[in-house]
């Protein structure tokens, strides 16, 4: 267990749908990253939050938007959602920039 | 082009045997992960290293900085070590970038 829970495990949904995912980091850790892992494009960099802040922003499309709340509960908005957004959403936590990360579980979302 | 690149991309192995998966990259880094995913989805981070070597029981990382490359080594493999590992790098514009990952499989 690495300390990250991630909600919910599991979504299904329609196209053109919204969701929310959403992320509690390891207790202390500050940085939370978000990461799409999809059969055809493998693990892909979204974004990053450091204390309530945007670090980092990787190959996040603009229907998809995050942010870190003041607990540094991190939620990913996915929406207008296409039947490629299909994939496992991962998040990390870590106590700095550049230190390790710790995953959660995943969620895995289907849209049909 | 993929900024990272691994290989190879299966590996079938006895139990016991010495493995060996690289890892490439072509762009500056200020850390290198390699991570281990199993069957069931999860992710681990089995190591981070900017420089040298790591080493964590049967596991040892190493990275040369001067030619973008590390290795993951596997002593005395294990059916146990079956999963997929995943070279990643962080860049100096604090982007991540994954390689395509390595499967392998530990035959008892």
């Known amino acids: 267990d690495s300390g990250v829970t991630q909600t919910p495990k599991h979504l299904i949904t329609a196209t053109g749908q919204r969701v929310t995912l959403r992320c509690s980091p390891r207790?202390?850790?500050?940085?939370v990253y978000w990461y799409q892992q999809s059969l055809d494009q493998g693990l892909q960099f979204l974004i990053q939050y450091y204390n309530g802040e945007e670090r980092a922003k990787g190959n996040i499309l603009e229907r998809f938007s995050a942010q870190q709340f003041p607990d540094l509960h991190s939620e990913l908005n996915l929406s207008s959602l296409e039947l490629g957004d299909s994939a496992l959403y991962f998040c990390?936590?870590?106590?700095?920039?550049?230190?390790?990360?710790?995953f959660g579980p995943g969620t895995r979302l289907t849209v049909l | 082009k993929n900024e990272v690149e691994q290989s190879p991309q299966n590996l079938t192995a006895q139990e016991g045997e010495f493995i060996t998966i690289n890892c490439s990259y072509s762009v500056g880094i200020s850390a290198l992960h390699w991570l281990q995913q199993h069957p069931g989805g999860g992710i681990v981070s089995l190591f981070m290293l900017s420089s040298g070597k790591k080493k964590h029981g049967r596991l040892i990382a190493t990275i040369n900085i001067q030619e973008k490359h590390s290795s993951l080594h596997i002593t005395a493999s294990h059916p146990r070590d079956s999963a997929v590992y995943i070279c990643a790098v962080r860049s100096n514009g604090n982007q991540f970038y994954f390689g395509t990952g390595t499967s392998l499989t530990v035959i008892p």
């Open positions: 990390a936590s870590s106590g700095g920039g550049g230190n390790e990360q710790f």
């Open positions: 207790s202390g850790d500050l940085s």
